[in-house]
Structure formats: structure tokens, C-alpha cells
């Protein structure tokens, strides 16, 4: 393929996306502030640019995969942003950003004529082992045109594509409502599932039996074989659980709906936190259930 593609924002999850755009076959300019994260780009031949403006000088389709909201309004906006781009036309963003951020950005790039698709990631659990085996969706929203014209990429990155509406944010909600689900289902797995061995339930079998039946989620069909079971918690921090959870609450009382579900499961959240910092790998929540009933939920030992 001989278009050149942006991508902005090359970490873990943004990280495998571009591997993946690169194994297909795309050639990639790149921008981080990390060079950890941009060496292996430059190693692959990919350019590296200094800052998002110079991606936007040279490629027509620019990505961007970041963390923190304000990072999203500062990459697109700031003075070395996007919208400072000569040949940027289309911005696509795979970040979480809540609504208010997702439509700032629209507006500033829609007043230089670039088009933005709000395309947030969900699933892709590991990052590089999600990415690759394809095992993740796209939300987007924005101009169908827009849509159209970036719609052979995305298919590149995954079979699970979805236009969930013509105005950017409308995909960040869909995302919010998605996470909150699936932070949900993984506390009160966790909560449950100590209970259980607590009992003296073997928590391999009672998983077993509890996939096999309707109470089945992504916590006991995933994040507990993958991550809890053989303890290996090296995967996003627990600060991006409780970004998703804030997002959640922000945007319930912006819709000026109540939402005691989600108050409860964020008041966990922030109580684990404080106890062991927010840099603790996400699914080591389940730490915080442990520690009242005096148990480890450990898978049988294979070494």
C-alpha cells in the first residue's frame, strides 16, 4: 500500500494498532512523546515525527490512540496539534475521551476542514495479544463520508466495525455505557467468586461451571484465566478503570439520570486504589475482596 498514514500516540494499546496498520502493509509516520515507544517504529521504518502538527503535514488519514482527555484536546488543538496540519483531511481517534472533549475536538479541526471520526476502542484485552488475534471493536461516529473513505483501514485492524451515529461523541457514549458493563461484571465477579473459595470452592471448577451457565462475562470467560488465576497483573493500570468509571458517572448526570449501580461500583474503586495505587494492574481488584476473606483465588499451579 502506498499511503502514508499517521498515527499518534504509539503505547501499549496505540502501539499494537500500528504494528498491526505496518504488518498490513501501511506506511506509517509516528509521533509520541516517549522515544521508548517510537524506537521500535523507526526500527520498522516507519518516520518518526516531532510533534502531531508534522504528522498532519504529511499524511491525509492521521490516528490517534492516548490516555489522559486532556491529551486528546492538546494533540488535536494545541499549537502543534492536527488542525495546524497542511495535508491532514480526515482525524481519526481511538482514545476514550468522554463526550465534552470528543466535541471540542470536532469542533476546532471541523473550522480548519478536517473531518473527525470519534472511533474508540473496546476490548483488545493485553493490547498486543488482543490486537493481534483481531479480538476487539471499533465505535465510531462522525460523517459518513469520513466513515467511508477510512472504513478499508479499520477493516484492516478488525472484523468488528461499528457506525453508531453521524455526531462525534455519540461513540464515546456507546463506549462508556460498554466499559461500565464490563468493570461492573469484574467487580462483582471478584466479589463472588472470593466468596466461593472463602466456602472452599476450587474457583478453576466454580469458573468452569459458572461459564457454562448464565452467569458467564467477560471477567470469568477472560480476565479471570487470562490475569487472576495465574496472577500475572502487568496489564493496564487501575487508573484506567477509574477514568472509565469517572467518564461513566460525567456522563450519566450530563444525560441527568441517577445512577447508584455505578456510584457503588466507583466507591469500590476508588477504596482499592487508595489502598494500593492506581498504577496496580486493573484486574488486581480482586485484591481488594481478598483481603477481607483471608484467601488468594489462585489457579492449580502448571510449573
Given amino acids: 500500500m502506498n499511503e502514508r498514514l499517521g498515527f499518534i500516540g504509539v503505547g501499549a494499546m496505540g502501539g499494537a494498532l500500528a504494528r498491526k496498520l505496518l504488518r498490513e502493509g501501511y506506511t506509517l509516520t509516528v509521533c509520541d512523546k516517549s522515544l521508548r515507544n517510537t524506537e521500535p517504529f523507526r526500527a520498522a521504518g516507519a518516520r518518526v515525527a516531532p510533534t502531531p502538527r508534522d504528522v498532519a503535514d504529511e499524511c491525509r488519514v492521521v490516528m490517534a490512540c492516548l490516555a489522559p482527555e486532556h491529551a486528546s484536546l492538546a494533540v488535536a488543538t494545541g499549537e502543534d496539534g492536527v488542525a495546524r496540519g497542511r495535508a491532514v483531511k480526515i482525524y481519526v481517534e481511538h482514545s476514550t475521551m468522554g463526550v465534552r472533549i470528543a466535541e471540542q475536538v470536532s469542533g476546532a479541526l471541523a473550522s480548519r476542514g478536517i473531518a473527525f471520526l470519534d472511533a474508540p476502542i473496546t476490548g483488545g484485552a493485553g493490547g ?56 461492573t461484571a469484574l467487580t462483582i465477579s471478584c466479589e463472588a467468586i472470593v466468596m466461593g473459595v472463602k466456602a472452599g470452592l476450587d474457583p478453576v471448577g466454580l469458573l468452569e461451571a459458572i461459564n457454562a451457565g448464565s452467569g458467564r462475562n467477560s471477567a470469568t470467560t477472560d480476565k479471570f484465566p487470562r490475569s487472576i488465576l495465574p496472577r500475572k497483573f502487568a496489564d493496564s493500570p487501575m487508573s484506567i478503570g477509574l477514568k472509565d468509571l469517572q467518564l461513566y458517572m460525567q456522563t450519566m448526570k450530563e444525560q441527568g439520570l441517577p445512577a447508584p449501580v455505578g456510584a457503588s461500583v466507583m466507591e469500590v474503586w476508588n477504596a482499592a486504589a487508595a489502598q494500593g495505587g492506581k498504577d496496580r494492574g486493573y484486574n488486581s481488584i480482586i485484591e481488594h475482596f481478598e483481603q477481607f476473606a483471608h484467601v488468594v483465588v489462585r489457579g492449580a499451579d502448571k510449573g
Fill in 128 to 183: 498486543e495479544h488482543g490486537v493481534s488475534s483481531g479480538n476487539f471493536a471499533v465505535l465510531t461516529a462522525g460523517a459518513q463520508a469520513a466513515f467511508d473513505e477510512v472504513r478499508p483501514i479499520l477493516d484492516k485492524l478488525t472484523k468488528s466495525v461499528f457506525r453508531v451515529g453521524d455526531k462525534p461523541g455519540m461513540a464515546q457514549i456507546a463506549k462508556v455505557i460498554n466499559n461500565a458493563l464490563s468493570i
